[in-house]
Structure formats: C-alpha cells, structure tokens
C-alpha cells in the first residue's frame, strides 16, 4: 500500500512542475528580450502565428474583436502555453524524458518565431541569449522539478522514494523566483518603444493657416483636425516596431542612378514642408471612422527621388517597413504637385511610436496600404509589374485611390430627437479632388444642399451641415457627396475588398 502511492510521483506536483518551470521560462525570455531590444518569444510567435493564419480568418478575428484583436491573439498564445505546459507537467509524473523534450520543442519554437520576426529590433546573439534563458529555466527548471518526483517502478525495478516535499518546495520556490525575476525586469526595463526626445526643425514651407469657417460648432461634429492620441491606427504589428535613431537609415534603391542611403539626421537638413492631409484606411466602412486628419511635416517625395534619378521604365515605387511591410505606390503619385511626404512630424510632434517612428509615408488621395508605410527604411523605384506588395498578395487591388465618400457625424444611430429644427452634420472627403457638394435626405424626400464649411484644401475632409425640420416619427437620413469633377457617390454598397467600400451613408433616428 505505501509502496504503490510511493512509486506514483503525485499528480498535482506534476502539474505545478510543468506550470511553474512553463511561465518561469516564458517570463525570463520576455525579460532577457526586453533586456536586450529584442522582440520577446509571446509577441514574435503571435506574429507567426498571424502570418500563418488564412486571411478569412484574420478578417474574421479583425471583425469579431476589433481593436481588441491584438490582446486575444496575446491571450490565445499564452492560454495554448499554459495547457501545454500543463500537459507535460501531467505527462511528466510517468514520462519525464518525453515531457523534457516536449518542453524543449516549445522552447525551439519560440527560438524559431523570434529569428524569424522580420520586426526584430535586436541581433541574433541578443535573441540566442533569451533563448538561452528559457532553455536553462523552462526545460532545465522542469527536468530538475521532476527528478524530484517518485520515479514510478520501471519492469520490477523498486521504486525511489517517495516525494521530499522540502527539497521539491525548495527547487519550485527557486524556479517561481527566477521568473519572478524575469517578470520584473520585463516590467521595469521600460518601453524601449516610448517616443524619443527629438527636435524637429521649423518648416520650411510651413502649412497655410487653417482658413476660418472649415468647422461648425455642432456638438458631436469631427473636428477638423483630429488630436494625435485619437488618431485611428490600422497596421500589422503586433508590437510596435522600436526604431533606434542611432541606426537608422532610409535607403533609395532600385531603378535610380544615384542610390541613396539617409540618416535620420540627413532628413532634418533637407527642406521639409507641412501639409494637412487626411488619411485613410481601405478597411473603412461607410460610415465609419478609419480616417484622420493631422498637419504632417516632411520631405517631399519627389524630392528625394529627384536627387536619386530616377530611370526611364520605372513606374512605381515599392515601400518597406522595418518590420517587413511593403506597399506598392504609382511613381507618378509620390512625383506630381500633391506633395506626397516621407514625413517626420505628426501635429507639431515627432511622429508617435504607433504612426510610425521615426519616418513614415503620407500620400495625398491614395489609401493607407498603398501609400502610408510607417517605420519606413527603403523606398524602392521599381515596375509594377515585378512585384506585389503586402496587401496585393492578399487579395487586395495594387492601385488604390481613395474614394469619394460621406459620412453623418450627427445625430447618431438610434438618436431619439425632439420635433423641431435638428442639425445633421458630418464630413465629405474626395482627397486631391475636392468637394463640389453634399446634399441630405429624411426618408424618401427630396435631396437637400447642405452648407458646406470653407475649403481647407482639396487634401483634406471638408465639414458640412444641413438643419431639418424633424417631424415626429421614425426617419432614415442619408448623406451622399459630389466631388469637383463632377463625380456623384453612387449608391450601390461595395466591400472594402478589394479597393474600399462604396454607398451613401445613413442613420435611423426617432423623434417624438
Ligand atoms: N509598416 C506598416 N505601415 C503601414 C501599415 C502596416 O501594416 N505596416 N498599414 C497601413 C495602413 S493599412 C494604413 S490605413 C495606415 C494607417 O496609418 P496610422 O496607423 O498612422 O493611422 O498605415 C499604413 N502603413
Ligand atoms: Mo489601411
């Protein structure tokens, strides 16, 4: 009798062994990766695991959980952790070599996601050294706590004695501890990502005032420009890319006669011009809010590339991120008058870490994934026709201007107004076009002009507002925009696949 519960190493402490040594050794290689720059094992393996994920269910997971989608996919990576590790602790108590190795796998795969992070923002030594880390304290910590375990009887063998319960507290607390360990150096190394003390210079061109009257004063209205920390951010890491100031470089490469390579220093002395541009994102919805207006400062475009020369041939430009983003922009676009930017400054401000520290692409009229990249280091002058970029390898167009459209700010969805004079407001965009005309309806009435708010200019959003005399009653208003070429929204409903959404507007209100 006390030899059968001798022989069997007890099930718990199988569990807390696998457990234990599982998160001690995740946390130590998040804290060594923090320690040295790197991009830790739960990010880079999520990031895998995104890559390797097919794109309807990417688009389902973006659509289910929305901005959140970044914290499940953190979570998701360490619940399978946990029940891992937690099986192997089980596994443990009768298979201990089996379970070691089993752990080792995890160990090799978190190794194998971290190498092959394209975001890694530390060398290979800097990662092999977590890697290190975890090996000693996941698998090593876990061979250690279940060779304290009750061996079970092997073909008649005697089985060894029974649990120590000291000596194995006292190897668990040591594993706990240095996981503790890993987990306040992770916390307290700092946010290498944090934004960067640095001076831009004044503009050279700095932009036009923003003229009087381009906004209403309606509650609820977007304003005209929108704040930073508002701004929306639509992008495909998982962990900010940090971007060290000390090494970077923005390369011109391709079909140019002078291929350049640029610090961030020699982009400070180059003339650099302020513009309001609105961006936005191809994922917007009618109606929706994936769009942002900020006063951006940088260096032309077709600056930079006029000192590189381009080649006869050339028609677009290929971008890359530093974390392997790339997105596909006409020549022409980053060349004509529009003033397309390699920009610096967001708002008055370096750019924040999230848009794109420390230089990204804004490119009037085009939509984000073909013409904004964030974290920018290699503007490539290449054809069209010998590449495709991110997003056109995953079914999205590769030319992509941004289409004319309206949106109702207020009143909301659902409102439940009083009778009476209601203000219906919002914007209109048709960036490097412009507005011509907004016009509103309630139900089947006939179309109505809305007053428009001054021009800023043709790059940006233009407000608008139209009052209505609401009668009781529920009402569908709908809002549709004429551009200045004398282009009318259509009605018809598109998805934002394959180059963004298409329809009019419209919000279902009540009055009493
Ligand atoms: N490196 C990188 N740049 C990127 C992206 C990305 O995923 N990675 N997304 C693009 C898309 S789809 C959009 S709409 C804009 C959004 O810029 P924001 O996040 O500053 O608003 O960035 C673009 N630049
Ligand atoms: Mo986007």
């Known amino acids: 009798m006390t030899t059968t519960s001798a022989a069997r190493a007890p099930r718990g402490a199988g569990l807390l062994s696998g457990a234990l040594a599982g998160a001690s050794g995740v946390l130590v290689g998040e804290g060594l990766a923090r320690l040295l720059g790197a991009t830790g094992p739960v990010v880079a393996v999520g990031n895998r695991a995104v890559d390797l994920t097919p794109r309807p269910v990417k688009e389902w997971a973006v659509a289910t959980f929305g901005a959140a989608d970044k914290a499940v996919l953190v979570g998701g990576v360490l619940g399978t952790v946990l029940l891992t590790v937690l099986a192997l602790g089980r596994l443990g108590t009768t298979r201990r070599r089996t379970a070691v190795a089993g752990m080792t796998v995890v160990v090799g795969l978190a190794a194998w996601a971290m190498l092959r992070d394209p975001a890694q923002g530390a060398g290979t030594v800097a990662v092999l050294a977590s890697v290190a880390g975890m090996l000693l304290v996941g698998p090593g910590g876990f061979a250690v706590l279940l060779s304290l375990l009750p061996r079970p009887p092997v073909d008649g063998d005697a089985p060894t004695a029974s649990l120590d319960r000291r000596r194995f507290l006292l190897a668990a607390s040591s594993v706990a501890a240095l996981g503790a360990g890993g987990g306040a150096t992770r916390g307290l190394a700092g946010d290498p990502a944090a934004p960067v003390a640095v001076r831009l210079p004044a503009p050279t061109v700095p932009a036009a005032r923003v003229p009087a009257g381009v906004s209403f004063e309606v509650p609820g209205l977007t304003p005209h420009l929108t704040p930073t920390p508002g701004f929306y951010r639509v992008d495909t890491a998982l962990q900010v890319p940090r971007v060290a100031l000390s090494d970077y470089v923005l390369r011109i490469t391709g079909m140019v006669d002078r291929p350049l390579e640029l610090t961030f220093e020699d982009l400070l002395a180059r003339d650099l011009v302020e513009r309001r541009i609105t961006l936005t994102c191809v994922s917007n919805e009618v109606g929706g809010d994936l769009l942002g207006n900020a006063t951006w400062l940088g260096i032309p475009t077709r600056d930079l590339l006029a000192e590189a020369g381009v080649q006869t041939g050339a028609d677009a430009v290929r971008s890359r991120s530093v974390d392997g983003f790339t997105a596909g922009t006409p020549l022409d676009v980053l060349t004509d008058d529009r003033d397309a930017l390699v920009a610096i400054g967001m ?166």
């Open 347 to 512: 708002n008055g401000q370096p750019l924040p870490a999230e848009h794109g520290f420390p230089v990204r692409m804004v490119t009037p009229g085009l939509y984000g994934y073909v013409s904004a990249t964030k974290w920018l280091v290699e503007l490539e002058v290449t054809r069209f026709s010998d590449f495709s970029a991110y997003w056109t390898d995953r079914g999205y167009a590769a030319q992509a201007p941004v289409k004319l459209s309206s949106r109702i700010d207020v009143p909301g969805s659902f409102a439940r107004l009083d009778a009476g004079p209601v203000t219906v407001a919002g914007v209109a965009w048709a960036q490097t076009v412009g507005i011509e005309r907004v016009q509103v309806r309630a139900g089947s009435g006939p179309w109505q002009d809305a007053e428009l708010g001054v021009e800023d200019s043709d790059q940006t959003w233009r407000a608008w507002r139209w009052v209505w005399d609401a009668e009781p009653g529920t009402h569908r208003l709908e809002v549709r925009a004429t551009d200045r070429a004398g282009r009318r929204q259509i009605s018809r409903r598109e998805p934002i696949a394959p180059d963004g959404s298409t329809g009019w507007h419209n919000v279902t209100v009540t009055v009493a």
